[in-house]
């Protein structure tokens, strides 16, 4: 089984291994991962990457991001999240992996499998059903917040 990094060194833990577990934060990359909902197996680079892989890489501020890729440039690449439709130019050097496989529950879907890689395509081929479903799962998530801020978590004694 691949190991977890707590420390959030991910750099240092692909250099070392070659393989990284972690379960990613945030929404960017819905519907593919859900939010802290599921564990990715990522790889240490080893050469240029392709349109729709999803890469891990570094912003100049230092965090970590996993984010499709969608263009091959010269000197690196034009990454996107799956939810977002803003285009991140990235530099080569900038990138450190590639997701290998991530588990949907004890599921574990490799991103060579033809299934995924046809959700893939439909999902960035239909951009007015793309656009629709990115609203409505944001609208979604803005009211189950706001729902948590008034009636509080269910949590409590």
């Known amino acids: ?8 060194d991910y750099k240092l833990e692909l250099e070392k291994n070659g393989v990284l577990g972690f379960v990613p934060g945030g929404n960017s990359m819905w519907p593919t991962l859900k939010n802290a909902g599921q ?7 080893t050469e240029r990457l392709k349109p729709m892989d999803v890469a891990l890489y570094i912003r100049p501020q230092g965090n970590y991001v996993l984010h499709r890729v969608m263009q091959v440039t010269e000197d ?5 999240g799956d939810s977002q439709y803003d285009l991140e130019p990235v530099k080569e050097e900038q990138v ?5 496989s991530f588990f949907r529950g004890k599921k574990c879907i490799e991103c060579t499998d033809p299934k995924y890689i046809k959700q893939v395509e439909r999902w960035y081929g239909r951009k007015f059903i793309r656009k629709v479903r990115l609203k409505l799962f944001f609208l979604r998530v803005r009211v ?13 004694k």
């Open 144 to 156: 189950i917040n706001k729902l948590k801020r008034i009636f509080g978590s269910k949590k409590e």
């Open 39 to 45: 564990s990715v197996v990522v790889l240490k680079k």
């Open 76 to 80: 690196g690449y034009i990454m996107c």
């Open 1 to 8: 089984m691949y190991n977890s990094v707590i420390m959030n």
């Open 96 to 100: 450190i992996g590639v997701m290998h």
